[in-house]
């Protein structure tokens, strides 16, 4: 009904920088708040970053000043931006998404995730 696709993971140098992007499509009659996740082995999954619909964001203490979240409501499409990237930035990072379907019914969305590895 709902999917959200993640892209953009892959591998990178510590330092570098990458960006990730996930697209939501089907039933969709609004996206609220978007944020991502990420998991590292043997971590629990948490919140790296969200954003509200209007544009208000906040993120984790770890990443503020290198990760920046940002959306594109015309494409329902949510981006994160990870420059100064570290070996413990190294996780699976997941999309989430609060969507409002065009059965007027609000559900939490998850993606299947993408691989970041930061390695030299």
């Known amino acids: 009904q709902v999917q959200l696709v993640e892209s953009g993971g892959g591998l990178v140098q510590p330092g570098g920088s990458l960006r990730l992007s996930c697209a939501a499509s089907g039933s969709i009659f609004s996206l609220n708040t978007m944020g991502w996740y990420r998991q590292a082995p043997g971590k629990e999954r948490e919140l790296v970053a969200q954003?509200?619909?209007?544009?208000?964001?906040n993120s984790a203490d770890s990443v503020k000043g290198r990760f920046t979240i940002s959306r594109d409501n015309a494409k329902n499409t949510v981006y994160l931006q990870m420059n100064s990237l570290k070996p413990e930035d190294t996780a699976v990072y997941y999309c989430?998404?609060?969507?409002?379907?065009?059965?007027?019914?609000?559900?939490?969305?998850w993606g299947k995730g993408t691989l970041v590895t930061v390695s030299s």
């Open positions: 954003i509200l619909r209007d544009g208000i964001t």
């Open positions: 989430k998404a609060y969507v409002i379907n065009r059965q007027y019914y609000g559900i939490n969305y």
